[in-house]
């Protein structure tokens, strides 16, 4: 019987191990600020994998054992898969944005903008393979967020000249992503980022760059890459949002600019927050006051402006209160709450109430958004927008106000709180 035990043991040790191998990553070639570039769209992805194909293995358990009683492969469109497509067109936008290129048009519209017609370049995915594996330590607890994994993805893309009206280039790059720790959402995320890493080896081919920058754009290296950043958080409440009321007030906090104000909130238990770009702008260091009237300082340690997010530290010893991050947006219709210090610093901690009316798109960026009818106001930038139990799915960001009085519309838009984190570089275990 120990005899046994020892190989199931090692069996599954053996199953743990990753077969991962990474894709290159070449330089992007990125036009120089001023330098003119064609405006380019992203016309569609395309996957052309056999249906039942097998893509990947499916893992659970803490040692990460195969599935033996619902299967360990994951078949391609066969209830194994699933992915948001739209996600890729967000990706390859953001990507594209990031490395000055000028790109037209939004993913989501239910109805073509003709405007977006006049795009001089148009983009097309065709994705020909990819290798997907994950794992659900927590899967036997019902947790099926909490995972990791590893995927590789091969792209061919095809550049459309409107001007040429045909194709005027075919690229095939690859692109890999690893996440080893555990962490919300992990699974999904590895397969997004193996795209976008496929995106940025595109820009490394020369005659693209030569085509979209009437072939005399300056020819300048990518941009620093940040460096991941990850730090300790809160594990998800489960009971309704009154009942976590005290520890979600004690980690909202008013981020005081002299003379102007804004919000944010604890994400790590080391004092880390988030706040939106504009509320801090350039500066270096903040002071941030917590309900308890307490005022520290903070430093920005990394901020977004196209994404509208920040990224900063307490400073100073101090046992913090974290709010638990959650990455899945509540559907529409759904409540949601936001907390923050609307028109004046002394309405810190008021909370609002509405549902999700719906999910939008940036016309200018291409950033997506969340739309709810929550009531903020001046003051509520870059506090925490909550699902029904407290946790936090996104960052207020701005609102359509009616009249010289500035009165809510009940229109209000917040950052996804997966986007914005990602954006920073940030994970939160």
Known sequence: MMRLSYFIVLFAFLAACSTYVAAPSLTPLVPAEGVKTKSISFERIRFKIKRGQVVGVRKHGLLCAPDMRTG?????????????????????????????????????????????????????????????????????????????????????????????????????????????EWRANGAEDVLYDAFAHAAQNFLADQKFYEIVTYGKGKRVTS?????????????????????????????????????????????????????????????????????SGEELTAEILRRDKVRDIAFGKIQGSGVWTPMPIVKKIPSVGHDVYAMGAPLEEDLQSTLSKGIVSAYRKNKQ???????????????????????????????SVSGIAIGDRKMSSGLNFFIPIGDALRKLAVTVK
């Open 223 to 291: 941009k620093k890459k940040l460096k991941p950043i990850s730090v300790r958080g809160a594990s998800p409440y489960k009971d309704k949002i009154a009942k976590n009321i005290n520890l979600i007030t004690n980690s909202v906090v008013t981020v005081d600019m002299g003379g102007s104000h804004g919000s944010g909130f604890i994400i790590s238990k080391q004092g880390h927050f988030l706040t939106n770009h504009h509320v801090v702008g350039t500066a270096k260091f903040v002071v941030i006051r917590l309900a």
């Open 72 to 180: 360990s492969e994951v078949r391609w469109r066969s209830g194994s898969v699933d992915i948001e497509r739209d996600q890729f067109n967000t990706i390859f936008r953001d990507v594209l944005t990031e490395h000055n290129y000028q790109v037209k048009g939004n993913p989501d519209a239910l109805f073509e903008d003709t405007r977006e017609r006049d795009a001089e370049i148009r983009v097309a995915a065709l994705v020909t393979g990819f290798t997907w594996n994950y794992c659900y330590p927590r899967r036997a607890w019902g947790d099926l967020s909490t995972s990791n994994g590893d995927a590789h993805i091969k792209v061919t893309w095809k550049v459309f000249s409107r001007l040429d009206n045909s194709v005027v280039r075919t690229v095939k790059t690859e692109g890999s992503a690893q996440v080893t």
């Open 365 to 395: 960026t291409g950033v997506p958004l969340i739309q709810a009818d929550v009531d903020i106001h001046g003051g509520n930038s870059g506090g925490p927008l909550m699902n029904e139990q407290g946790n936090v799915v996104g960052v």
